[in-house]
């Protein structure tokens, strides 16, 4: 699966960077991974990046049905979708616009930075930045 979850528990966040080429599967399944992580907590913030997508695959209905499903998270956890890319940031767009019942903290923004500001502002002192590698494609 060409994502990398990184549970920060000091931090309170939990960090998906997705890369490459992505799938409906593939968005649609990383909920599983989230959930079944031991350090993961409801009460985290999410951030979601794709920054490193390269190709994207996903249907308005699979978007639909995630926006549908309620959140792993509590309701004041902040969700925070990371597109620079025109196509991914309107797919991020239309699904806040799905998700505004089931995530009312959705946020798209273009740029980490962006993302590490909304944490600061809803955070406090842990919204520090923390690296995230990516593995090798070998």
């Known amino acids: 699966m060409p994502v990398v979850l990184k549970i920060d528990p000091q931090r309170r966040i939990v960090y998906s960077a997705f890369y490459g080429s992505i ?8 909920r599983s991974s989230i959930a079944s992580d031991p350090d993961f907590n409801p009460a985290f ?3 979601v990046d794709f920054s490193s997508v390269t190709e994207v695959n996903l249907s308005e209905s699979t978007l639909s049905a995630m926006a549908q499903t309620p959140s792993l998270f509590n309701d004041s956890a ?3 979708v990371v597109a620079p890319a025109d196509i991914l940031f309107r797919i991020a767009s239309r699904y806040q616009g799905f998700a505004q019942l089931s995530r009312p903290n959705l946020f798209v923004v273009r740029t980490r930075e962006e993302a ?7 955070q406090g002192p842990h919204a520090k930045t923390f690296k995230i590698t990516r593995p090798s494609d070998s």
């Open 23 to 30: 799938t409906d599967a593939e968005v649609a399944g990383h």
């Open 45 to 47: 913030n999410e951030v």
């Open 78 to 80: 902040l969700h925070i």
């Open 116 to 122: 590490y500001q909304l944490l600061s502002a809803g």
